[in-house]
């Protein structure tokens, strides 16, 4: 029996091969390889898309948060709040924009920063609130931006994981200063490698950005600040933008395959189901669940042929790279005690109905065999 991946990266591509083979050949004709044309169709037809002004193509997802640090001259060892629970990236750019991480919990139900842990992280050198938009959803975007403005934080957004989600008609970037995200392949709106942008509703800021992913230069050979070399592929703009005329219809097929584990899991013991928060339209990067005993169920998976995964097992405030920040275990108990449980299950938008039955029926046998009990709690 064939098996069933994490992620169906030659699905999508079968889907717009043709396309991508066309504008792969007009840049090849044209020599067009650096800040061609089509990177500035994808900027301005991705911007229409997340309902923000301005979107500025970078070279990853990780760029596009430290530009936007940088291009707002975040102070050097100010605090940036973000959840214990998100890609290393988060906290990366932050170090590396000049800044110091500061960690605050999640709630239980979303796994989403947690208003309430976030004001309390706050402090005298704190400058800015960070956010991640987890697994396809807004963070709870209406009392962060309270807490900013109450504050006088600058308001950012982690966006890798909700290209095309939104939050009471409002997507990422339009609530803050700005919004990075990621078009790593396995994204909803993935490239054919890395790339990433920034999308922002301010001018100023998007002009910023611009001049410091450009060796920090205003025109050629002018160079007005210190920038860097983090400009998005041609290439990779012909794909984004021929993914992205079916990101809609690929984002509605992710909500579909969802809400068919919702129905296949309802029943299944020791599965605890991810939630969408009120508000949010959901997207779906990843289908997360919480179960007990999860390295033994994963293992199990695996070994039926099931590609399950587990994202950030280890919260990034336990991590070795950032043990001088002097965080210790029980700090942030809700991440921590999710990133014990969480399992993520194969989810792309070609998946089958079939599938995910075969999912569904691996994952109660795997429970059943190493005894979880009701309730998901290890």
């Given at each position: 029996?064939?098996?069933?991946?994490l992620v169906?990266?030659?699905?999508?591509?079968a889907?717009?091969?043709a396309?991508?083979?066309?504008?792969?050949?007009?840049v090849?004709?044209?020599?067009a390889?650096v800040?061609?044309p089509?990177?500035?169709?994808?900027?301005?037809?991705?911007?229409?898309?997340?309902?923000?002004?301005?979107?500025?193509?970078v070279?990853?997802?990780?760029d596009?948060?430290?530009l936007?640090?940088?291009?707002?001259?975040?102070p050097?060892?100010?605090?940036?709040?973000?959840?214990?629970?998100?890609?290393?990236?988060?906290?990366?750019a932050?170090v590396?924009?000049?800044?110091?991480?500061v960690?605050?919990?999640?709630?239980?139900?979303?796994?989403?920063?947690?208003?309430?842990?976030?004001?309390a992280?706050?402090?005298?050198?704190?400058?800015?609130?960070?956010?991640?938009?987890?697994?396809?959803?807004?963070?709870?975007?209406?009392?962060?931006?309270?807490?900013?403005?109450?504050?006088?934080?600058?308001l950012?957004?982690?966006?890798?994981?909700?290209q095309?989600?939104?939050?009471d008609?409002?997507?990422?970037g339009a609530?803050?200063?700005?919004a990075?995200?990621?078009?790593?392949?396995?994204?909803?709106l993935?490239?054919?490698?890395?790339?990433?942008?920034?999308?922002?509703d301010?001018?100023?800021?998007?002009?910023?950005?611009?001049?410091l992913?450009d060796?920090?230069?205003s025109?050629?050979y002018v160079?007005?600040?210190?920038g860097?070399?983090?400009r998005?592929?041609?290439?990779?703009?012909?794909?984004?933008?021929?993914?992205?005329?079916r990101l809609?219809d690929w984002n509605?097929?992710r909500?579909a395959a969802a809400?068919?584990?919702?129905?296949?899991?309802?029943?299944?013991?020791?599965?605890?189901?991810?939630?969408?928060a009120?508000?949010?339209?959901?997207?779906?990067h990843l289908?997360?669940?919480?179960?007990?005993?999860?390295d033994a169920?994963?293992?199990d998976?695996?070994?039926?042929?099931?590609g399950?995964?587990?994202?950030y097992?280890?919260?990034?405030h336990?991590?070795?790279a950032?043990?001088?920040?002097?965080?210790?275990p029980?700090?942030f108990?809700?991440?921590?005690?999710?990133?014990r449980e969480?399992?993520t299950?194969p989810?792309?938008?070609?998946?089958?109905?079939?599938?995910?039955v075969?999912?569904?029926e691996?994952?109660?046998?795997?429970?059943?065999?190493?005894?979880?009990t009701?309730g998901?709690?290890a």
């Amino acid at each position: 029996m064939s098996k069933v991946p994490l992620v169906d990266l030659l699905a999508g591509h079968a889907e717009v091969a043709a396309e991508v083979e066309e504008g792969f050949a007009r840049v090849l004709a044209t020599g067009a390889f650096v800040k061609g044309p089509d990177v500035a169709a994808f900027e301005a037809e991705f911007a229409a898309f997340s309902g923000t002004a301005h979107c500025v193509g970078v070279a990853n997802g990780t760029d596009a948060l430290e530009l936007a640090f940088r291009a707002d001259e975040l102070p050097t060892g100010a605090g940036v709040v973000m959840p214990a629970n998100t890609f290393v990236a988060s906290a990366e750019a932050v170090v590396r924009a000049g800044g110091r991480p500061v960690f605050a919990d999640v709630d239980d139900d979303f796994l989403l920063l947690d208003p309430d842990s976030a004001a309390a992280s706050c402090g005298e050198s704190t400058w800015g609130l960070l956010p991640v938009h987890l697994n396809g959803q807004l963070a709870p975007m209406g009392p962060l931006a309270s807490l900013a403005e109450r504050t006088g934080l600058l308001l950012f957004e982690d966006a890798a994981q909700c290209q095309g989600a939104t939050q009471d008609g409002r997507g990422a970037g339009a609530w803050g200063r700005a919004a990075g995200t990621s078009f790593y392949p396995g994204k909803n709106l993935g490239a054919y490698g890395d790339g990433g942008a920034v999308l922002t509703d301010d001018a100023e800021l998007d002009r910023a950005v611009r001049e410091l992913g450009d060796h920090g230069s205003s025109r050629k050979y002018v160079h007005d600040r210190l920038g860097c070399n983090s400009r998005l592929d041609t290439l990779q703009a012909v794909v984004l933008r021929a993914k992205l005329r079916r990101l809609a219809d690929w984002n509605a097929a992710r909500r579909a395959a969802a809400a068919r584990y919702d129905a296949l899991l309802a029943d299944v013991e020791g599965v605890r189901l991810p939630r969408t928060a009120p508000g949010n339209v959901h997207v779906w990067h990843l289908y997360a669940v919480r179960v007990p005993h999860r390295d033994a169920v994963l293992a199990d998976l695996n070994a039926a042929g099931i590609g399950a995964g587990v994202h950030y097992p280890v919260p990034v405030h336990l991590q070795p790279a950032f043990r001088q920040l002097g965080y210790e275990p029980g700090d942030f108990p809700v991440a921590e005690r999710a990133a014990r449980e969480i399992l993520t299950l194969p989810l792309y938008p070609q998946i089958t109905a079939e599938q995910q039955v075969r999912v569904a029926e691996a994952l109660a046998k795997a429970l059943a065999r190493t005894g979880s009990t009701c309730g998901g709690a290890a």
